[in-house]
T-cell receptor
């Protein structure tokens, strides 16, 4: 069965600082991995996805994530945080194109001016 | 850009009442899902639906829940007799061929059970 853990339910960074949100997954088969962002009172928006092509995946808003099979990790990074990045971030995994997507517990990102 | 639409955006109901949440998935998608998110908690899978039948359901999706695709465009979630603990945001999602598992989500329907 798939599962996702996200280390740190809440992360605070200063504006302009590096953002690092951690995600580790468990999967019995090569997974598809995703990062979704949720702004307050809104739905889930895809930031980026890994589908077994390049291990370094670039997404929207300057975010990127690196798939490391040996570490079963898919950490999300952004070189320089912006105030508008404050949101809830969810790492997610699925085993096929159409199977259910399992979400991690989420990390709330705060950006301090 | 095609999007998933959900109605109502917010519904308040009394405990024990029936609720129907509606979703219009992206038109060429064939796989449909409902998720829920209790306030401040994780996004939980409820049910997946393909070819007019349930593909998979979670433990949360008990006999009080049902889904239907009544007319080829709408995809509905019915809660037969709501409980206080059903209060949550309910998200509909869809996906299709070539999306590599990416789910396209609606904005959600907030259900408040009093």
């Amino acid at each position: 069965a798939q599962s996702v853990t996200q280390l740190g339910s809440h992360v605070s960074v200063s504006e302009g600082a590096l953002v690092l949100l951690r995600c580790n997954y468990s999967s019995s088969v090569p997974p598809y991995l995703f990062w979704y962002v949720q702004y307050p009172n809104q739905g889930l928006q895809l930031l980026l996805k890994y589908t077994s092509a390049a291990t370094l995946v670039k997404g929207i808003n300057g975010f990127e994530a690196e798939f490391k099979k040996s570490e079963t990790s898919f950490h999300l990074t952004k070189p320089s945080a912006h105030m508008s990045d404050a949101a809830e971030y969810f790492c997610a995994v699925t085993k096929t194109s159409y199977d259910k997507v399992i979400f991690g517990p989420g990390t709330s990102l705060s950006v301090i001016p | 850009e095609p999007e998933v639409t959900q109605t109502p955006s917010h519904q308040v109901t009394q405990m024990g009442q029936e609720v129907i949440l509606r979703c219009v998935p992206i038109s060429n998608h064939l796989y449909f899902y409902w998720y829920r998110q209790i306030l401040g908690q994780k996004v939980e899978f409820l049910v997946s639906f393909y070819n007019n039948e349930i593909s998979e359901k979670s433990e949360i999706f008990d006999d009080q829940f049902s889904v239907e695709r009544p007319d080829g465009s709408n995809f509905t979630l019915k809660i037969r007799s709501t409980k206080l603990e059903d209060s949550a945001m309910y998200f509909c999602a869809s996906t299709g061929t070539g999306n590599s598992g990416e789910l396209f989500f609606g904005e959600g329907s907030r259900l408040t059970v009093l």
